[in-house]
């Protein structure tokens, strides 16, 4: 899984595997450790929502996803998912969470459980 963070907007990658958990096990996480502290970020599945929210307590950020896009979304060829979430005052926070692609240029990860590039070319 992986995060992006830029003013307010979050992004979540997730490898094929990771899609498939989330499906099947409505919750993944991930844990960075900085000594004695640590930040962790994480994805839930929700029955009582209809579109991706999050919501950051005790340093940890939390996307939430309704259960039953979640479910399905193994078994399709949806991209990803997105949600303009209101803040109150005007404010929102853009939420983003999609499928991750093979690189087409060169990269220094093990690509190998990410999701066929459908571009053949940068």
Known sequence: M???IRGNSIRIR???T???NLGKDGYIEEITEFGNTVFTYALRCKDDISDLTAAFSNGKI????P?????EWPKNET???????QLGN???????LEKDF??????FEDQSDNYENPNKTC
Do not use: P, W
């Open 2 to 4: 992986k995060l992006r």
């Open 14 to 16: 997730l490898a094929r």
């Open 18 to 20: 990771e899609v498939d």
């Open 62 to 65: 939390t996307m939430y996803i």
């Open 67 to 71: 259960a039953h896009i979640a479910a």
């Open 79 to 85: 991209i990803g998912y997105e949600n303009h979430m």
């Open 90 to 96: 005007g404010k929102q926070l853009f939420l983003l």
């Open 102 to 107: 093979k690189c087409l240029d060169s990269a």
